[in-house]
Every structure is written in C-alpha cells, then in structure tokens.
C-alpha cells in the first residue's frame, strides 16, 4: 500500500523558512516524479513543485518560483520542499502527490497534508 | 497558463439523482489530460477519473467521465450518500499543471 507521510508544518513569521518533508513507502519512489501540491483554508487545490525521478526536471509554479525549492533523495525514499521569504498568502496544508504513472500522469496518490501557517 | 471553469459552483441534488458537472479549459487540453477528483472534509483528494474517461482503480462505476479539448464533463449516474462532497478537475497535460476550483455536491 502507497502511503505517504508529510510533516514540517507549523507557525513561522512571515519572512522566514521552512522545509517540508514526505517520506514515501509502499512503492519504487525512484521510478516516479512527486509534487507539492496546496490547500488554502476554505479554499481549493493549487499545483506547487513538481521534480522527475532523477531530479533532472523541476518545475513550479510563479506564485513560489524563487521563493521554493523541491527536491528529493531517493536513498530515503524521501521529498522535500525548502519554503523560504514565507507570506501570509502561503499559509495552506501542504500535499505530497505522486504520479499514477513513471511517465507522469495525475495524482493517484496523496498524504494527508501538514499545515503551514504564515503569521506574526 | 490553461485556466479550468467548473460549473456549477454547487449542485444539490437528492440521493439516487443524476450529477452532472462541467470543466471547461481556457485553451485545449494536451490529449485528453484531464482528471477528476473527489474531496470530503478533512481528507485528501481522491483520484476518480483519468484521460478524462478512465476509472482509477476501484471506482464505482456509477462515475464516468467525457469530453476533450476544452469541454470535459462528470457524470455520477446516481448519487449515493458518501458522493456528496467537493469534485475538483485538473489537467496534467501542460505546464504549469491547474486545477478547477472545484464544485460541491450537497443533498438537497
């Protein structure tokens, strides 16, 4: 069974950083790219980060482009997102998505979110 | 940027009644990259539809998606008590990937 596992959420001030982590079990994480993908409170799903199996290809949205990082070790099964220069509009829950298939696809699989807010 | 519409905002409708939602896309969508999701109240998005017609694994078959290019439609034939919920559409096919901004299934 797929499961994956994110944390590193909480309060931080605007300004500051933060990493998230998603460990990944029940499947060969290196055979498949992963995301980011957010949910502001209320509202609905916003695509973050995406980063190919071997790291190769990184994408993101405007909204965090230079602000946020992905990346992924796949010696333990694990992916990140460095968040830094945090703004109130980046408080969401923060997915880790993986991809239905090694070519990419949509989401077939997601975690439960950690919750990121940005406050002073 | 490809921009999805969902339409309506919210649908009520009665146990047993035909839901039909809309997905319409700003531009079209690279092969049929379109996908469906399901959202109850604190948990995460479930996978529905793929290839804007393929069922995921182990989805009723009372779910069933069409279209292509800009037009994408989801139909649940008939509505059981644990599909009301928020239905989100998303496309895959081009970068950056976007989501509709979803439609809610409420009883009526």
């Known amino acids: 069974e797929v499961q994956l596992v994110e944390s590193g959420g909480g309060l931080v001030q605007p300004g500051r950083s933060l990493r998230l982590s998603c460990a990944a079990s029940g499947f060969t994480f290196d055979d498949y790219a992963m995301h980011w993908v957010r949910q502001a409170p209320g509202k609905g799903l916003e695509w973050v980060s995406g980063?190919?199996?071997?790291?190769?290809?990184?994408d993101s949205a405007d909204s965090v482009k230079g602000r946020f990082t992905i990346s992924r070790d796949n010696a333990k099964n694990s992916l990140y997102l460095q968040m830094s220069s945090l703004r109130a509009e980046d408080t969401a829950l923060y997915y880790c998505?993986?991809?239905?298939?090694?070519?990419?696809?949509?989401?077939?699989?997601w975690g439960q979110g950690t919750l990121v807010t940005v406050s002073s | 940027e490809i921009v999805l519409t969902q339409s309506p905002g919210t649908l009520s409708l009665s146990p047993g009644e035909r839901a039909t939602l809309s997905c319409r896309a700003s531009?079209?969508?690279?092969?049929?990259?379109l996908a469906w999701y399901q959202q109850k109240p604190g948990q995460a998005p479930r996978l529905l539809i793929y290839g804007a017609s393929s069922r995921a694994t182990g989805i009723p078959d009372r779910f069933s998606g069409s279209g292509s290019g800009t037009d994408f439609t989801l139909t649940i034939s008939r509505l059981e008590p644990e599909d009301f919920a928020v239905y989100y559409c998303?496309?895959?096919?081009?970068?950056?990937?976007?989501f509709g901004q979803g439609t809610k299934v409420e009883i009526k």
């Open positions: 998303h496309q895959y096919g081009s970068s950056p990937r976007t």
């Open positions: 980063i190919s199996w071997n790291s190769g290809s990184i």
């Open positions: 998505a993986k991809v239905a298939a090694a070519a990419g696809g949509p989401f077939d699989s």
């Open positions: 531009q079209s969508v690279s092969s049929s990259y």
